[in-house]
């Protein structure tokens, strides 16, 4: 049961942040795409710029939308998990000691943990070295890939290959990371960061129904030794990267006409949306305000 809960929760979150980010990156390139120069008024563009946090403007007051809520939510989340993996992983025989998966989990999340810490250093202007958030993102999803590396031993076939497709997936969010440290106003490089941390995030939710059913129904019983059963899972993969393309486009869609919508009633405050109710953005068009 701890292994199962262990898998939906860090599924239910990476989807989550996914959506989180992608709904604010698209919302802000479309705008941008929205004011081109305007001759007659002599309107500046407003310039497409990307950001690792995003303000809460769903929850009420100033005060909290000026709060770093993302990165707190995140250390938060990390916290709460690395307890209850030390908590349920402890045992006092032969010798008091963690169980090598609890260990192994842990690790993964402390990259995320300390990445959230970065983030609030960031936000409030603790003079750090320029684009350390894109930096720390790469380093988490490093941790996170070489604990993957060494997860798989003594597991059955169908598990193995299903964290070896996990691995691959963290392996591409490391490489949309590194994008992202050196050229982090690229639209293209944070969808990635959304669409492989949402494949992680269903790849998940597969994985534990995968290997822990939760039902006796044999349609729904995979053969963890079976080489048809990896046959299917690959299958089952490329599903869920054409599925959450389409899921990502189509949020995107649903984004453009809400911002189309709005934009000229809003044309002011969406101008000066970078500093809005005085949240900052970790946003890199001048690497000055971010850092050295």
């Known amino acids: 049961m701890g292994s199962w809960i262990g898998h939906i929760a860090p599924g239910i979150f990476f989807i989550i942040f996914a959506f989180w980010w992608h709904i604010h990156n698209c919302a802000r390139y479309i705008r941008s795409l929205a004011h081109e120069r305007d001759e007659k008024t002599k309107r500046e563009k407003y310039k497409f710029q990307g950001s690792t946090t995003y303000p809460c403007y769903c929850l009420p007051g100033k005060i909290f939308h000026r709060l770093p809520i993302e990165s707190i939510v995140k250390i938060l989340i990390t916290s709460?998990?690395?307890?209850?993996?030390?908590?349920?992983?402890?045992?006092?025989?032969?010798?008091?000691?963690?169980?090598?998966?609890?260990a192994h989990h842990t690790a993964m999340l402390f990259g995320f943990f300390l990445g959230s810490w970065i983030e609030i250093l960031v936000h409030y202007k603790v003079p750090l070295p320029k684009r350390i958030n894109q930096v720390m993102g790469f380093l988490a999803f490093a941790i996170e890939g070489l604990m993957m590396v060494f997860h798989l031993h003594a597991r059955t076939m169908v598990d193995a290959h299903i964290h070896q497709l996990l691995g691959l997936t963290i392996v591409c969010s490391m490489i949309g990371a590194i994008g992202e440290s050196f050229d982090p106003n690229n639209f293209w490089f944070i969808v990635a960061r959304s669409f492989f941390a949402l494949t992680q995030g269903t790849w998940f939710l597969q994985a534990s129904f995968v290997i822990w059913p939760k039902t006796t129904n044999s349609y729904f019983i995979w053969d963890l030794d079976s080489h048809r059963s990896v046959s299917i899972l690959t299958m089952s993969y490329a599903y869920h990267l054409a599925g959450n393309a389409f899921l990502l486009i189509v949020v995107y869609l649903l984004i453009h006409m809400f911002v189309s919508s709005t934009i000229k009633l809003n044309h002011n405050q969406i101008e000066n949306d970078e500093s809005i109710d005085g949240y900052k953005l970790i946003v890199n068009g001048n690497d000055e305000d971010n850092g050295l």
């Open 80 to 102: 709460i998990h690395f307890s209850i993996e030390i908590i349920t992983g402890y045992n006092s025989q032969p010798r008091p000691h963690l169980g090598d998966e609890n």
